[in-house]
């Protein structure tokens, strides 16, 4: 009897919601999206969604390079089973989203990112190319959202209006239309186009090229070096630096500095529980 009442105890506090923003908010939130007609904004690898093989998820960062939830000892636990890619572009509509709440964390399986908000996306119509045989493709949101506003600016950054990204590739040249479609970086990209192939960057650097400066975008497999706006140079990643702990009554380094960069967004922790 003690153990089946310690097994319920564990249950239920693994799914007590996980959100800071209220009912009401999150009701308002996703009946704003409902049927809405988006675009990727990045190109997207895509597989299995840890362990649901009902869905798919879309990541910009590749899966051995991304984890959104760890074992018992802290250690990355990455998802599996990556396919292919989706380009820049590609049309879904938003079919639902779903915040870490109590009825949320109760149909979600324990080997999945259960406390990041989820959004359902189904291909539209015009969509051509994409795998079949999986109910939804989900795009994870990150798990610190507080408010309405962190979470329109979320989907902002992952999702862009019907037309907006195709219209704005069918501008660029046919060899950097190639390259965000395949997920590479080459000379001659601006920023913009770097993101929407390769997804934002965890890290910048700041370095020289002789008196040029060169702004350096750092991800796990390479980083890219700009001067100005333009790609000069890919070049193999150098290893992550640690982070730097700024010493008792010192002022911190400025976030994105090379010294003291935020962590990579490609990293995200468990959330500790949080009343219903």
């Keep these: 009897m003690k153990l089946l009442t310690t097994t319920l105890l564990l249950l239920l506090c693994s799914c007590a919601s996980q959100t800071r923003i209220p009912a009401p908010v999150r009701a308002a939130i996703s009946a704003r999206h409902l ?3 988006v675009e990727l904004r990045h190109s997207c690898y895509y597989g299995d969604l840890y362990d649901e093989n ?4 879309l990541s910009p960062y590749p899966f051995a390079e991304t984890y959104h939830i760890v074992d018992l000892d802290g ?3 990455h998802p599996h089973g990556q396919r292919g890619v989706i380009p820049a572009g590609t049309p879904f509509v938003i079919k639902e989203i779903e915040f870490p709440d109590t009825a949320a964390l109760a149909k979600r399986m324990l080997t999945t990112p259960r406390y990041n908000p989820w959004v359902y996306l189904t291909p539209a119509s015009e969509a051509v ?7 939804f493709f989900i795009l994870l949101l990150p798990m610190d959202l507080e408010s309405e506003t962190t979470v329109e600016k979320a989907l902002n950054e992952a999702l862009a209006p019907k037309g907006e990204v195709s219209a704005w590739l069918a501008a660029r040249r046919p060899t950097v239309q190639a390259a965000i479609g395949n997920k590479e970086a080459i000379a001659g990209m601006s920023e913009a186009e ?3 192939a390769l997804g934002s960057p965890p890290r910048w650097f700041a370095e020289q090229n002789g008196t040029i400066p060169v702004r350096v975008a750092w991800y ?4 890219v070096w700009l001067e100005k706006d333009t790609v000069t140079e890919v070049k193999p990643a150098r290893p992550e630096p640690a982070p730097v702990v700024a010493p008792p009554g010192s ?10 960069s935020p962590p990579p967004a490609t990293k995200q922790q468990p959330a500790p529980p949080l009343s219903p």
């Design 194 to 196: 770097v993101v929407a």
């Design 220 to 223: 796990p497999g390479r980083e």
């Design 54 to 57: 009902e869905k798919w998820l």
């Design 35 to 37: 049927g809405r007609a």
């Design 75 to 77: 250690a990355p636990i």
């Design 251 to 260: 002022t911190p380094p400025a976030a994105g500095a090379a010294s003291g």
């Design 129 to 135: 190319g994409l795998p079949a045989g999986r109910s």
